[in-house]
């Protein structure tokens, strides 16, 4: 199993990101999905969420109406547009995978997580 995210990077504050989850070695496609986030000293925190067929996502509060999952199963692939970032967006972002298809926001629900890719806004 495998999970490769990218598309980090250094950014302005109010600018944009696409970050990507390449995924292999499971069938993705009854897979939930994930998009987590980690900034130092503290927790890794739930950034959103999609359902195994893109039916149904969920958000965190502090990136509702900024941020943007999808996914293309076909691809095996998960995306999460970020819009409007700001300096708190600043962390390590990860994505992950769980066995049972629906959202979940915590960590323990998620069975297989990738590397991470680093996120800094600037201000």
């Known amino acids: 199993v495998q999970l490769q995210a990218s598309g980090g990077g250094l950014v302005q504050t109010g600018g944009s990101l696409r970050l990507s989850c390449a995924a292999s070695g499971f069938i993705f496609s009854v897979y939930g999905m994930g998009w987590f986030r980690q900034a130092p000293g503290k927790e890794r925190e739930f950034v959103a969420g999609?359902?195994?067929?893109?039916?149904?996502?969920s958000y965190g509060d502090p990136v509702k109406g900024r941020f943007t999952i999808s996914r293309d199963n076909p691809k095996n692939a998960l995306y999460l547009q970020m819009n409007n970032l700001k300096a708190e967006d600043t962390a390590v972002y990860y994505c992950?995978?769980?066995?049972?298809?629906?959202?979940?926001?915590?960590?323990?629900?998620?069975?297989?997580w990738g590397q991470g890719t680093q996120v800094t806004v600037s201000s």
């Open positions: 992950a995978a769980r066995k049972r298809g629906g959202v979940r926001v915590g960590v323990h629900e998620y069975d297989y």
């Open positions: 999609i359902t195994w067929n893109g039916g149904s996502t």
